[in-house]
């Protein structure tokens, strides 16, 4: 007798259930996306354009410091994280007009008017040694302070909130109450120099 043929597995179709299976999962996988800070950077200067020290009255400015065991230093005392944001807002709008809280400086502002604009400014330094986490909720809480004194102007100017109002009012807004807030290069503080 001839040889006795061994019968094949029929693998033609294995390549497109492979294809199949590979499609599903990539259309039913999430990627984790990374989020970071949401900051615009200021435009890059003119070349041509004259670079000028520009000198800030020490009552003008907050120091907000994080040291590596994530204590938060406000000015000269130290403060929870959770009393930050009141801190800022009493620092930003300087109610009781104390001379050792930032000037008010009366701007012009196209399409609303003349209005008081603080000139404080918040500078922020940590330590290498603070935690991210701590890092963050300290720059939540920095803009969560600007964003609610932009919500009571805009209520009181317009009646809306904020996010709600349109483009040029929000413009408008971002003018009245700047978001000044300067950050400084992490030092380590526990290094020898």
């Not at 061994?6 to 199949?20: C, E, H, K, V, Y």
């Not at 200021?42 to 120091?63: C, G």
């Not at 604009?117 to 890092?135: E, F």
């Amino acid at each position: 007798m001839g040889k006795k043929k061994t019968p094949a597995i029929n693998s033609s179709s294995t390549a497109d259930i492979a294809f199949l299976l590979l499609c599903y999962f990539l259309m039913t996988t999430t990627m984790g996306s990374q989020t970071g800070l949401s900051r615009r950077l200021p435009p890059m200067p003119d070349k041509n354009q004259k670079v000028e020290d520009q000198k800030v009255n020490r009552r003008n400015i907050i120091v907000v410091k994080i040291n590596s065991a994530d204590r938060i230093l406000a000015g000269s005392e130290p403060i929870d994280v959770s009393q930050l944001k009141d801190k800022i807002k009493e620092f930003l709008t300087n109610p009781a007009d104390d001379p050792n809280l930032p000037e008010k400086e009366v701007k012009a502002i196209e399409g609303y008017g003349n209005y008081p604009v603080s000139k404080g400014v918040i500078s922020l330094q940590n330590d290498r040694g603070t935690s991210y986490a701590a890092y963050i909720a300290v720059q939540n809480e920095l803009v969560k302070a600007v964003n609610e004194l932009r919500d009571d102007f805009s209520m009181r100017a317009y009646g809306r909130k904020f996010t709600s109002l349109d483009e040029d009012r929000q413009n408008i807004v971002k003018k009245a109450i700047p978001q000044n807030i300067s950050e400084a290069e992490p030092k380590d503080v526990g290094a020898k120099r």
